[in-house]
């Protein structure tokens, strides 16, 4: 009993300390995202790369991918590529004007605001973005899944 | 008389240039102030856009223009240093229905032919499968070289402009017809297929004159082709070949056909028709073939290319090309360095024609043997090499500022996209082994 009382009086006590880390560890992840009717659970670095990069038009299970960026002087949008790449934005947004101005293929489309980008997420199922300091319950109440995380980037 | 200089030039610059230029202006500032949030929409159309200011030196030299690339006018490029690689180009793309979509590109640049109708890069339709397979018919960019398809757009490469000796005889930028991709792979690694056919044209301006025979229309048919790309991780490997077909002689080479058939001409010097004959171009079909690659790991950048003009005629461009480049990025600035190169070691086999006793008439076949033979074969000779210094900085976001130098070793008359101001009317131009600088920059964005 004493044991128990003195879990319960440790988990009070570090509570206020631990959340913050939780919460922390969340807003400095950032976390790859589809709709839940996708079927999809989980995606490799190789397979999010092809997809943002224009290389794969689907997703792995067949279904049609369609990727959703964000603003172009957002920051997520500057870690969320040099991480997955290891090439600055100014190299990807080179790669794209090749790309694009060929008319080979085409960059996806960029919405500035979050809570649109969600919107536009958790409504079509071939979506994939990408997004930051959403923790997964809430990425969950809005048909969200997250498929793949880069973790600790600030 | 200052005055009515002033206002017939600047008359027909606007004419020439500007028209275009304000319309592609006026449509980027509708579209930057929003080129940071969402993608641009115009009435279910993707707008984006290019575009470059530059300045090189290119009236710096009294015996060679320094020139981007044929289709550019000489005098004008040599009077307006500031037009050589100055471009705006506007894009809009739209899916129709689920598979189909539809893309027009416009560029306003300096070019012999300045209309609307040739200002127009891409018009075309396409159709995906959601697998494999696409379609596309309507207007296309040439994609026959590593960077054809995308040389209009400074931003998408490191250099002031893609490599003289390989890009800058291209005649063509575009063509009209039908082209099909068929795309294999995983997300490990990528292989597509390409092959097109269709027809293309275009005018340029060899040699320094602007009169009708140094404005020379070309057009081909049918133009086909097709290739191969694969990509792994940050290596791209592509090669390339395809056909072209001239459909009529330019005006240069009728000029000459046109002299070599006159009465006096056939009697004296009847070889002359004969020799004429090798510079046709009409019904000629010349093949061309390339293979490149890009190698971008870490920081640093690779890239180059190897092509080959197999023309078997004197009226065209013939001979090997090959580039490389290598460059390292340190943060937003990446210095590169280049070495290009063009060869053509076509001989001048002709005789020149036996003495007739006669000097008015030796002078007029010296005129054909020197001022038409000689010389047009000079026109489309390209044997000489560069080393180019350069620097970009991408300063902003989706902007780059760029400087470079170049150092060009000509060969003995390699005129073939550099003219000399020293035409003569009915002369052979000389130009000596020699070599020049320039340094040329540019300001480079897209949105």
């Known amino acids: 009993m004493n044991i128990i009382r003195a879990s319960l009086f440790f988990i009070v006590l570090l509570a206020p300390i631990s959340v913050p880390f939780v919460f922390a560890a969340d807003t400095e992840t950032i976390h790859v995202i589809v709709n839940q009717k996708s079927e999809l659970t989980e995606l490799d670095k190789k397979q999010v790369m092809s997809i943002f990069l224009g290389r794969a038009r689907n997703f792995p299970n067949g279904r049609m991918a369609k990727p959703f960026d964000h603003g172009m002087d957002s920051s997520i949008r500057e870690s969320f590529f040099e991480t997955l790449t290891g090439k600055p934005l100014s190299d990807i947004d080179a790669y794209w004007a090749r790309l694009s101005y060929s008319g080979r293929a085409f960059p996806p489309k960029s919405i500035s605001s979050v809570a649109a980008l969600l919107d536009e997420v958790s409504k079509n199922k071939n979506a994939i973005s990408y997004v930051k300091g959403k923790s997964l319950g809430e990425l969950s109440e809005q048909g969200i899944v997250v498929v793949y995380s880069i973790k600790g980037h600030q | ?447």
Not at chain 2, 36 to 56: E, K, R, V
Not at chain 2, 363 to 382: E, F, P, Q
């Open chain 2, 1 to 447: 008389m200052i005055f009515q200089c002033f206002n017939s030039k600047a008359l027909l610059l606007f004419k020439r240039f500007f028209h275009q230029i304000v319309v592609a202006l006026s449509l980027n500032c509708l579209v930057l102030p929003v080129a940071y949030a969402d993608t641009m929409m115009l009435g279910g159309w993707n707008i984006t856009g290019f575009g470059t200011i530059g300045y090189a030196q290119t009236d710096k030299y009294d015996d060679l223009v320094l020139k981007r690339n044929i289709t550019q006018k000489s005098q004008t490029i040599e009077e307006n240093p500031w037009l050589i690689d100055t471009r705006l180009g506007l894009q809009a793309q739209r899916e129709l229905s689920p598979g189909w979509d539809a893309v027009g590109q416009i560029v306003a640049q300096e070019k012999v032919d300045n209309s609307f109708e040739e200002a127009i890069e891409m018009a075309f339709v396409r159709y995906h499968d959601g697998e494999n397979f696409s379609f596309r018919l309507g207007r296309m960019v040439l994609d026959t070289f590593q960077l054809s398809d995308y040389r209009n757009v400074g931003y998408s490469y490191h250099w002031v402009r893609p490599p003289t000796e390989f890009y800058g005889w291209i005649p063509y930028s575009h063509y009209d017809g039908f082209k099909t991709v068929y795309d294999v792979g995983d997300f490990d690694s990528l292989l597509r297929f390409e092959a097109f056919i269709g027809k293309t044209k275009s005018t340029v301006n060899i040699g320094y004159k602007d009169d009708e025979t140094s404005k020379n229309y070309v057009k081909s048919a049918p133009v086909y082709g097709g290739g191969v790309t694969w990509e792994k991780d940050d290596l791209t490997l592509r090669a390339y070949i395809s056909r072209y077909r001239f459909v009529e002689n330019t005006n240069a080479l009728k000029a000459l056909l046109n002299e070599v058939e006159s009465p006096l001409v056939t009697m004296f010097w009847p070889e002359a028709q004969i020799i004429a004959q090798d510079y046709a171009i009409k019904n000629v079909k010349v093949t061309y073939g390339a293979v490149g690659f890009s190698w971008t790991p870490g920081p640093w950048h690779t890239q180059g290319e190897v092509s080959f003009v197999n023309a078997s005629n004197y009226g065209t461009y013939d001979g090997e090309r090959a580039y490389f480049q290598i460059g390292r990025r340190f943060g937003d600035v990446l210095p590169h360095i280049t070495f290009s190169r063009s060869w053509d070691n076509r001989d001048f086999p002709y005789d020149p024609p036996s003495p007739t006793g006669n000097s008015g008439l030796d002078a007029g076949l010296s005129v054909i043997y020197n001022g038409y033979l000689k010389d047009n074969l000079s026109s489309g000779t390209i044997d000489q090499y560069t080393v180019s210094l350069g620097l970009r900085w991408d300063f902003a976001i989706q902007k780059a500022l760029k400087v470079q130098c170049d150092r060009t070793t000509l060969h003995q008359n390699s005129l073939g996209v550099f003219p000399t101001q020293n035409t003569f009317d009915n002369q052979e131009r000389h130009f000596s082994k020699d070599t020049r600088t320039w340094c040329s920059t540019t300001l480079d964005w897209v949105f």
